[in-house]
């Protein structure tokens, strides 16, 4: 079982940067990719940005450009930096992780969420 834990979140003013954090219990290394999603009240949750094993990564329409996903595998840990922050990026932030089991075969984890509130 992987346990995944978010930190970081919190009030923001518009246009201020903000830089959150997922730390997991197993070597990020062993892990096929992880990633953040975030859902807003009364909305579908959506992708903020994705890292692979090889270090490809990938972004939300909604974000991109404004935020940089980066990992430090020595602490097991993957930071969510966002840059240019606006009202609508306001919602719980997940952290997520998949894991092979076999084949095409995927195994998800996920964090309990950080709120991260865009307001002035």
């Known amino acids: 079982q992987v346990e995944l834990a978010e930190s970081g979140g919190g009030l923001v003013q518009p246009g201020g940067s903000l830089t959150l954090a997922c730390s997991a219990s197993?070597?990020?290394?062993?892990?096929?990719?992880m990633g953040w999603y975030r859902q807003a009240p009364g909305k579908q949750r959506e992708l903020v940005a994705h890292?692979?094993?090889?270090?490809?990564?990938t972004y939300g329409d909604s974000v991109k450009g404004r935020v940089t996903i980066s990992r430090d595998s020595a602490e097991n840990t993957v930071h969510l930096r966002m840059n240019s922050l606006k009202p609508e990026d306001t919602a719980v932030y997940f952290c997520?992780?998949?894991?092979?089991?076999?084949?095409?075969?995927?195994?998800?984890?996920w964090g309990q969420g950080t709120q991260v509130t865009v307001s002035s």
């Open positions: 997520n992780a998949l894991s092979e089991i076999r084949g095409t075969a995927f195994q998800a984890y």
């Open positions: 197993v070597s990020i290394s062993s892990l096929n990719s």
């Open positions: 890292m692979s094993k090889d270090g490809s990564t």
